[in-house]
């Protein structure tokens, strides 16, 4: 349990750094330590990492994150349970547009 701990922080880590050139070396010593661990999943995530570590790199070094976009599937899909009374995709597709966009309506005087 412990060993599965401080593999899974030493990964968090990695995002962490604060020299990204720093990152592909810290990766290789994560993904050994990983593949010699004995533990099941993290050597199957090691395997998963190393298909990977060109994308991952490189949103380490770009800064990249997909947090907006899951805000954003997060409210468009508050806003899908709010709309299950429209007759069709329409409203549904006006609303998700009102609410996700910075639309200025001009209200009558």
């Not at 899974?8 to 020299?19: G, I, M, P, S, T």
């Not at 570590?53 to 805000?71: C, F």
């Not at 409210?75 to 709309?83: A, F, Q």
């Amino acid at each position: 349990m412990f060993r599965a701990f401080l593999l899974k922080e030493e990964l968090r880590l990695l995002c962490a750094l604060e020299d990204p050139a720093l990152a592909p070396a810290h990766l290789d010593a994560w993904l050994a330590w990983a593949s010699r661990s004995r533990l099941q999943p993290f050597i199957k995530l090691a395997r998963t990492i190393r298909r990977h570590r060109a994308g991952i790199l490189a949103a380490i070094r770009l800064g990249l994150s997909n947090g907006r976009r899951e805000g954003l599937n997060s409210r468009i899909r508050l806003i899908s349970h709010r709309s299950f009374g429209f007759h069709s995709a329409d409203p549904l597709i006006a609303l998700v547009y009102l609410c996700c966009t910075a639309i200025a309506i001009p209200l009558p005087r």
